[in-house]
């Protein structure tokens, strides 16, 4: 059979980022550019300010990924491109871009969802064995959906407030730590202990999670320590903070496994990087003899090789575009 590469692009939020990938998972060349360093000093991401970053840099970013691949435009067979969720002047510039592409080559457009984006960047490690469980945790979602083929998504739950990598930003933040907080907070979790007695949230025997009162936790020990003059200990709440989510998103994942009788965990998404859930879902998948397939630490975050792996399942389930494609700022999964 013929190989397909499809040129995938990935602009939701404030990485520029291309990738050309071979059927579905195997990748040939990726450039990101990350933002971080200039949105860092304002705390979190300003919409504006990463538009016009990804404007200056997506022909470069085109440009060294197909040198890289040592291919040209003629090599491609689609354009895969993110259309949503995430911020409508990041998504538009990469959407322009791939439209730029699919009208100048004659190439077909791929319409992807950047969550099925996250779901399928799994692809690079292994196969999908269905049905299957996708744990996903972002900085914008936390869902359970099971699989039951390629690209069919059925949701059984998800948090009821904030993602639990917004929930992590912002305990970072109480804890003055700077942006992304995330990564912080799971580096100094693995010095700490659990010491801080916080409430497990929504520990109940539903799929759905809840983060805000656990944040609201947070915030309030820190406040009355400040006021009593107290030295907040950043490692044994950053061990307290994260074993009490990751407890519940295990939980809950391992319960809904076992009801549904699936045969493979995938993990997706930002927080998917997190150690501490890496090493409490493989323990407890070892145990209970379920297959688990997470992505590497470099592809968890947002990044375009996700993106064409997806698109190639995307295009086989007949999702084509036309050049009238727009952004979504919030999207369902389907
Ligand atoms: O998937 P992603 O790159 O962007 C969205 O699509 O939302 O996820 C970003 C989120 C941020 O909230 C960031 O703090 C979190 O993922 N994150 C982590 C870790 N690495 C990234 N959270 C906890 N532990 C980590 N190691
Ligand atoms: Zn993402």
Same mark, same amino acid.
């Given at each position: ?51 016009? #970053? ?150 109940? #025997? ?23 003059? #107290? ?15 990751? #407890? ?87």
């Amino acid at each position: 059979m013929k190989d397909t590469y499809i040129l995938a692009i990935e602009s939701s939020c404030d990485e520029t980022s291309m990738s050309i990938v071979k059927n579905g998972h195997v990748e040939i060349s990726t450039v990101t550019l990350s933002q971080m360093d200039i949105h860092k000093q304002y705390g979190g991401v300003v919409p504006e300010i990463a538009s016009r #970053n990804h404007i200056e840099n997506i022909t470069m970013v085109l440009d060294e990924c197909l040198e890289s691949a040592k291919m040209t435009m003629d090599d491609i067979d689609y354009i895969g491109v993110t259309y949503g969720p995430g911020l409508v002047g990041s998504l538009l510039v990469g959407i322009q871009c791939a439209k730029t592409l699919a009208f100048l080559y004659n190439k077909p457009l791929i319409p992807v969802h950047h969550i099925a984006g996250h779901i399928y960047a799994n692809r690079l490690v292994g196969e999908f064995k269905f049905p299957l469980m996708a744990l996903v945790v972002s900085g914008g979602h936390t869902d359970l959906i099971i699989m039951k083929e390629d690209y069919r998504f059925e949701y059984i739950g998800g948090t009821l407030d904030d993602a639990i990598g917004e929930a992590y930003d912002k305990v970072a933040r109480v804890m003055d730590l700077p942006y992304p907080g995330g990564p912080r907070i799971d580096k100094l979790a693995k010095i700490g202990k659990h010491t801080y007695n916080l409430p497990t949230p929504k520990n109940d #025997n539903s799929y759905d999670f809840s983060f805000s009162g656990i944040k609201s936790a947070v915030i309030n020990l820190a406040h009355n320590e400040k006021q009593r003059g #107290n030295e907040l200990n950043k490692e044994d709440l950053a061990c307290s903070f994260q074993e009490t989510v990751v #407890n519940i998103l295990s939980k809950k994942t391992m319960k809904a496994i076992k009801e549904y009788n699936l045969k493979q965990l995938i993990v997706a998404g930002g927080v998917a990087a997190n150690s501490g859930l890496r090493e409490s879902l493989t323990k407890l998948c070892e145990e209970q003899n379920i297959e688990l397939l997470i992505p590497p630490i470099n592809y968890c975050t947002d990044n375009a090789t996700m993106i064409g792996c997806a698109a190639y399942y995307a295009q086989k389930d007949g999702k084509i575009a036309d050049l009238k494609l727009n952004a979504k700022a919030v999207e369902k999964l389907n």
